[in-house]
């Protein structure tokens, strides 16, 4: 009788040790019998998530502001658009005087142009400026033989003004003589007023005229000459022309 009860005890203790057994798992189980993994705190799981977010961020952000700035650099290529700057200095080179192109000829009245301005000072002058407006070179030879109004003769000219050298004019160039109208003692004879002048222009053997004449106007009042009236040669430059 003590066995049986003795057997019962022990039946009850062991079926408490695997009721214990079984809350125990229950409580370490998910409901689907697998061990769960403790979960991380809710701070380190927002870190976790912020900092791919931040990669990503960055990432994205870079490429675009690399990007642009390549564009900028391929924008730089208006730099290049500065070379007009270099056709503009090409229009300022291009409004200096023609190169010449081709053998020097005679300058004459086809190929310059002619302008008679009376001057102040010397008193009873008038300059004569001849510009080359062809594509070659001329040679201005000798003197101009000038005619006012219907005069049978031309004036002498004043040998003392002879350049060294023939007055070349490169296209655009001009030449210079000057035209004593009249004596400033009022010593010369047969004064008189004349409104047209036409200038002759003188070939290389220095013989007659060459080419056309020029026919530049004269002041609508006229000018005044008389037979005292004479050339300079040609010249180079203004100065020396005026000094005759």
Not at 100 to 106: I, M, N
């Amino acid at each position: 009788m003590s066995n049986l009860r003795t057997s019962r005890i022990r039946f009850a203790g062991a079926a408490a040790t695997v009721a214990i057994a079984a809350l125990s798992l229950s409580a370490c189980s998910d409901g689907t019998g697998l061990h769960t993994e403790p979960r991380p705190a809710a701070g380190s799981a927002s870190h976790s998530a912020a900092a791919p977010s931040a990669g990503s961020s960055s990432l994205t952000t870079a490429a675009p502001s690399k990007g642009s700035s390549s564009s900028k650099g391929s924008s730089g290529s208006k730099g290049s658009a500065h070379s007009n700057g270099s056709s503009l200095s090409k229009t300022s080179v291009s409004s200096k005087a023609p190169a010449s192109t081709g053998a020097p000829v005679t300058c004459e009245g086809s190929n310059t142009r002619t302008v008679a301005a009376p001057l102040n000072r010397p008193v009873n002058h008038m300059l004569l400026t001849v510009t080359n407006t062809g594509s070659k070179s001329c040679y201005l030879y000798g003197y101009p033989s000038v005619r006012f109004g219907e005069a049978q003769s031309v004036p002498p000219v004043i040998e003392e003004s002879k350049p060294q050298a023939v007055i070349t004019l490169q296209p655009g160039e001009s030449g210079y003589a000057s035209v004593s109208l009249s004596a400033t003692d009022g010593s010369g004879s047969n004064g008189r007023t004349e409104k047209t002048l036409t200038v002759y222009f003188q070939g290389r053997s220095g013989n007659g005229s060459a080419g056309t004449a020029a026919h530049p106007s004269l002041p609508a009042k006229g000018v005044y000459v008389d037979d005292s009236l004479k050339v300079s040669y040609w010249q180079q430059s203004m100065d020396d022309a005026v000094s005759w």
